[in-house]
């Protein structure tokens, strides 16, 4: 994908418990992005988003509220360009 933006992002918060993993996936796909999605031990979500620069930008701005239920109370990139997706997908927590 040339172009692309890959970003790796934790969010915190009341992400768990709320259908944040399954709302990630359908709004990544929704936006046409790849990666993936997890739940963390410590209580938090990790995501890798893959995809067109503004579709990335709109996905971490979404990020910010998620789900009804969600509580998001942070949202920090942890690396940029990491990997290569060609499709978007929920993973065991770690």
């Given at each position: 994908m040339t172009g692309?933006?890959?970003?790796?992002?934790?969010i915190e918060g009341r992400v768990q418990g709320v259908g944040y993993r399954a709302w990630t996936q359908s709004a990544a796909l929704d936006?046409?992005?790849a990666g993936w999605v997890r739940?963390?031990?410590?209580?938090?979500v990790e995501a890798v988003i893959q995809g067109?620069?503004?579709k990335v930008a709109e996905m971490l701005r979404k990020c910010r509220t998620g789900p009804l239920g969600a509580s998001v109370?942070?949202?920090?990139?942890?690396?940029?360009?990491?990997?290569?997706?060609?499709?978007?997908e929920v993973r065991r927590t770690a």
């Open positions: 692309a933006r890959t970003v790796h992002i934790r936006l046409g992005l739940n963390r031990r410590d209580g938090a067109e620069p503004d109370t942070r949202v920090e990139i942890i690396g940029e360009g990491v990997g290569a997706f060609d499709r978007f």
